[in-house]
């Protein structure tokens, strides 16, 4: 049980290159697919930290681990965005 917030924290770690590997394939529907693994990353992302406090096991490693991890999803999913719509991201740089 006391495992669950960073068994959450690693489903973020392993989403990461999934998204960017789906990117680079072009598969047909992967804008929703990546839409999908990007709700299911979000959604632990919020449920981690809830949890740890819940089961009072919140400690500075896990919370560096979140951080860490977030950093890493978030640039997956830009990198997702680059790589499928290069001009899109090109555009709106300046606002990113």
């Known amino acids: 049980m006391k495992n669950i917030p960073f ?4 489903l973020r770690l392993t989403l990461a290159p999934i998204m960017l590997c ?3 394939m072009h598969i047909e529907y992967v804008g ?5 693994l990007l ?3 979000i959604l632990p992302d919020v449920l981690d ?5 819940k089961l009072k096991i919140s400690t500075d490693n896990l919370r560096k681990w ?4 977030d950093v890493v999803f978030l640039l997956s999913c830009i990198g997702s965005v ?3 719509y290069p001009d899109l991201v090109e555009a709106k740089l300046f606002f990113i």
């Open 32 to 36: 929703i697919c990546l839409f999908a």
């Open 39 to 41: 709700f299911v990353g």
């Open 66 to 69: 979140d951080s860490n991890v």
């Open 82 to 84: 680059w790589i499928l």
């Open 7 to 10: 068994l959450l924290i690693l």
């Open 49 to 53: 930290g809830v949890i740890a406090r």
């Open 22 to 24: 789906l990117s680079f």
